[in-house]
């Protein structure tokens, strides 16, 4: 770098014509130009170190305790910036001891300088330790509370990191719409610092969200920009990210030849990088496409060599994600015992690091591959434990939004009012001040009296203007609350605050020629998740729409129609009790007589039913709903057995009593068996062909065709 034309020969000249104390001044004029000089080389190589953090954490660890010394005599941003870093390198390599001491020491300066912005990266780093000890709720809260921090400090590399990590924890966890917000925040700080590796680090986190969001073309582009800014920052570790999110996108597009050369792309990347951390990824999510094409071989080839990566780096996360995939593989393969063994043990690091998201999205695959297997009641148990997840997330969000507006509104009401106390601070001091002589006081009271009236006026105003907007946010999460987004339909949470408030009002009684009764109905789509293996998920989105439009179409108005979550839905109806078989009846031809077009296809389908009525004859004995629900689960559990394409319905039990009762929810097919239970088989008719010039697409395992009957048993 060139400096000024004013050497130190022209420094000693001067000092020959001007007193010595100019010439101390200049001279330190010199010494803090050369001190500029290298406090921007420390900001300009930190950001070369933050780009190959999570490529190469070892080496990058080394390079940044060499600059420690200097970062000590550094402004106090850049000193926050490279310890922060030197934290998150400590913690990637395993050293948390050593990364908490640091945060402890970060802390300390917080109080010594009254400098919140230290304790900002001091809880970062302690989010890091959290997230690496598997604790994702609280790494979630700290580094909430430090992106609170860093917003009041100015520092707009603290805000970033911050920004980033919040938004990266809150999509993890599920939180869709806080994550978002940070990523965004993050994005928005990236581009005014005009730094091209963070602008990548933050897209590829937004193109992750998007996919979660099942939004297609948001997501690529998010991938494509997210290459762009990682090639001109020559990061590989972002550069094959972002080819793993495009490839990722091309999956939920149903373009497979993108699918494979964009992982192909990300493999080479890797290679050419020599960098464990990044080939163990590529190599993970190769065996992921692997698995979804069923090449059970090449997956857990794949697997294995990406968990040899994991375990020589020391990431618990890439370990769990390989092991996971090779215990699906071995699924695939029909070696079982092995395959259960391992994906339990991936699922147990993963509930131990309690990303909740990630959590939900294992339960499903898992539960997939042990219907594949046979597994009919592991593949269900997991389902429900999936489907509970998503409702605890779900709840959370919301719980999170109501909060929010709720803040929002509160602090604009506090912001009014002390907006109001200044006015009238203000004007009580210059009645004071003006008190001299009467006119002015007079014409001063005009001024307050108008003025006041119009702050009233235009105070009144904004207010109903919150209030109005308050409602309609609030209608609108109470819709949002109560029906399914994709269907329209009721959704699960509704159905149960609808049983439990039913629940708390007592019965009335009914007029003894009154033959009414209800009907509780569970329906599955059969071999749903095939169709969506095959097609993609945006078909499988389609046929669900379709089925609910028949579901209406069928039944009437009065019956309540929920999708229970997936593929399944719940039907309560009022109608006579002789009824009940022809609901079912009618449902089954529903799914069957006519074939669902989706765009080119033609899908047919098929639906299998467990259903009850209520209360139970002969004795008309009363079901709470938990019970009613445990054995409408069964039935359906024998329907998928039996072969698909039917309905088993509880008519009656045979014998009035508790004993009875408890046997057939111990388990319902031995109470049917035993003679203690009266049940309804249905068989659906044959799946219509398809028809005009799309493609016919059959389900898998089609049932053979049978009238629809009805048989006691």
């Known amino acids: 770098m060139l400096f000024p034309v004013f050497t130190v020969s022209r420094l000693a000249a001067c000092a020959a014509r001007r007193p010595w104390p100019t010439f101390i001044v200049a001279l330190g004029l010199l010494l803090a130009a050369l001190g500029a000089q290298a406090e921007e080389d420390l900001q300009t190589r930190a950001q070369r170190l933050e780009a190959s953090l999570q490529g190469f954490p070892q080496r990058t660890l080394t390079e940044l305790a060499g600059l420690l ?27 948390t001891s050593g990364a908490a001491e640091l945060a402890d020491g970060l802390a300390a300066q917080a109080d010594k300088a009254q400098d919140q912005a230290y304790l900002a990266a001091a809880l970062l780093i302690r989010s890091a330790i959290a997230a690496s000890a598997g604790d994702a709720g609280n790494a979630a809260k700290l580094a909430r509370d430090a992106h609170d921090l860093a917003a009041l400090s100015g520092d707009d590399h603290l805000r970033y990191r911050t920004a980033l990590t919040s938004g990266t924890l809150a999509r993890t966890r599920g939180a869709h719409e806080e994550a978002l917000t940070s990523l965004q925040e993050a994005l928005s700080l990236a581009e005014a610092q005009g730094d091209a590796f963070r602008r990548s680090s933050a897209l590829y986190q937004i193109s992750v969200l998007q996919l979660a969001l099942k939004n297609g073309p948001a997501a690529l582009a998010a991938s494509l920009a997210a290459y762009k800014d990682a090639d001109a920052a020559k990061s590989a570790y ?67 060599r990406s968990l040899l990566r994991a375990q020589a780096v020391g990431d618990p996360g890439l370990a769990a994600t390989s092991k996971a995939n090779m215990g699906f593989s071995l699924l695939g393969l029909g070696r079982v015992a092995e395959g259960k063994r391992l994906t339990e043990e991936a699922l147990a690091e993963y509930e131990r690091g309690g990303a909740s998201a990630d959590i939900a999205d294992l339960l499903g695959e898992y539960g997939r591959y042990l219907e594949q297997v046979g597994d009919f009641k592991g593949a269900l148990a997991l389902y429900h434990r999936e489907r509970n997840l998503h409702d605890e997330i779900a709840v959370q969000t919301r ?22 106390l200044n006015r009238e ?146 039907v309560f109806a009022t109608t006579k009790a002789d009824r009940v078989d022809d609901i079912a009846a009618r449902v ?94 249905l068989y659906g008719p044959l799946p219509a062909s398809g028809m005009g010039g799309g493609q016919d697409v059959s389900l898998p395992d089609a049932p053979d065709a049978h009238p629809t009957l009805a048989a006691n048993s």
């Open 399 to 420: 719980q999170r939004a109501l909060l929010e507006v709720q803040e929002k509104y509160e602090s604009e009401k506090r912001r009014r009012e002390i907006d109001l």
């Open 69 to 95: 010394p200097r970062a000590d005599s550094a402004p106090a941003v850049q000193r926050r910036f490279v310890y922060g870093l030197y934290g998150e390198a400590r913690v990637l390599t395993g050293d």
């Open 425 to 570: 601070n203000r004007l009580k001091t210059e009645e004071i001040e003006n008190r001299t002589t009467l006119q002015r006081i007079w014409w001063l009271l005009a001024g307050l009296f108008a003025v006041s009236f119009v702050v009233v006026t235009w105070l009144y105003r904004k207010l109903r203007h919150t209030n109005a907007l308050l409602a309609a946010k609030n209608a609108e999460l109470s819709e949002q609350s109560s029906h399914d987004p994709l269907t329209s339909l009721y959704n699960r949470r509704y159905f149960q605050n609808f049983i439990s408030a039913e629940s708390t009002q007592p019965g009335q009684r009914r007029r003894e020629e009154d033959n009414t009764t209800r009907a509780l109905l569970l329906i599955d789509i059969d071999h749903f998740k095939e169709t969506n293996d095959r097609f993609g998920h945006a078909l499988g989105d389609a046929v669900l729409v379709a089925v609910a439009d028949r579901l209406r179409d069928t039944l009437r108005e009065t019956d309540m129609i929920v999708r229970w979550g997936g593929e399944e839905f719940l």
């Open 238 to 304: 972002a550069m094959a990210n972002a080819k793993i999110a495009e490839s990722a996108v091309m999956e939920l597009l149903d373009r497979p030849g993108r699918e494979l050369a964009a992982m192909e792309e990300a493999l080479a990347i890797a290679r050419a990088s020599r960098s464990q951390v990044v080939e163990g990824r590529v190599l993970v999510n190769l065996s992921d496409m692997r698995l979804r094409r069923k090449e059970y071989n090449e997956a857990l080839d794949l697997a294995r």
């Open 588 to 681: 089954l031809r529903a799914f069957s007589a006519e074939p669902i077009n989706v765009h080119d296809k033609a899908v047919r389908t098929t639906a299998s039913i467990g259903y009850i009525t209520l209360p139970l004859p002969p004795g008309n004995l009363p079901l709470s709903w938990d019970r009613a629900l445990g054995l409408v689960d069964m039935a359906l559990y024998m329907a998928k057995v039996g072969g698909r394409n039917r309905a088993y319905g509880i008519r009656r039990l045979l014998r009035d009593d508790p004993e009875s009762l408890a046997a057939a929810e111990r388990d319902l097919e031995r109470a049917r068996d035993a003679g203690l239970v009266e049940m309804s088989v």
